[in-house]
């Protein structure tokens, strides 16, 4: 595992956003990267990442990036590969990276199934510390009060423990596929607790364009993966 930064700010706040639900996560964390003009400066490398590399603009897009904004001290990990069976180690990196620039919060973004059978679908917050979860419901979202976890997020929660400020929003969806509303929802919510001054509106605008690219990465990732397992399996068959 190695982490690579081409700069180190001290005290940022630190937002990921995984492929899950809806793909919440990897549309809000795109939408800021490219609304904020976010600066890459780096990425994470784990060996057991898919043996695989997206071509973007003519350009190679990281299965694991790392984006700074200066102007509000915050970095977004941007991840446009499957976490499947890496949940720990990529939550390790996290914590590593946390510790190496002192972060002061890690904000998780996740999209959570539903059942409800409403598109007034609502977003969620957890926090480790009661000061964060505060903050967070008097800006009128509510807290998660039953629910389960899984993937990066739950394995950060259980790794990092009290050592950091971790808050955690989650956007009901009732796809497995893109879901640009639930997403500027998302947005919406870090806006008003975080205060970016960030206009959700133009996600919805370019949602069908962020869409197709990230489902295009996501489904080769997801072929790659089968072929290796298949390879993998006649080794041994």
């Not at 008003?192 to 960030?198: A, F, N, P, T």
Request: hydrophobic residues 40%; proline residues 3%.
């Amino acid at each position: 595992m190695e982490i690579n930064l081409t700069k180190k700010p001290m005290n940022p706040l630190i937002i990921h956003g995984f492929p899950g639900f809806g793909l919440v996560g990897s549309i809000s964390t795109e939408f800021l990267i490219n609304h904020l003009n976010m600066e890459d400066i780096g990425n994470i490398w784990i060996d057991d990442l898919p043996a695989m590399v997206a071509i973007h603009n003519e350009e190679v897009v990281q299965p694991i990036g790392v984006f700074y904004d200066k102007n509000h001290n915050i970095i977004i990990l941007h991840v446009v590969t499957a976490a499947k069976d890496i949940e720990w180690k990529l939550a390790e990196a996290l914590a590593q990276m946390a510790d190496m620039l002192k972060a002061r919060e890690i904000l998780c973004i996740e999209g959570v199934n539903s059942n409800r059978e409403t598109e007034n679908l609502s977003i969620f917050c957890y926090a480790n510390k009661k000061t964060k979860k505060t903050e967070l419901t008097k800006k009128g979202i509510k807290p998660l009060k039953e629910g389960i976890i899984v993937g990066v997020t739950s394995a950060l929660l259980l790794k990092i423990k009290q050592s950091h400020d971790i808050s955690c929003l989650f956007a009901e969806t009732h796809s497995n596929f893109p879901d640009s509303k639930a997403a500027a929802k998302v947005i919406e919510a870090i806006d008003k607790y975080i205060g970016l001054s960030v206009d959700y509106k133009p996600l919805l605008e370019t949602a069908k364009v962020m869409e197709d690219k990230l489902k295009n990465i996501l489904t080769q990732s997801a072929e790659v993966a089968k072929e290796k397992e298949r390879k993998n399996l006649s080794y041994v068959g």
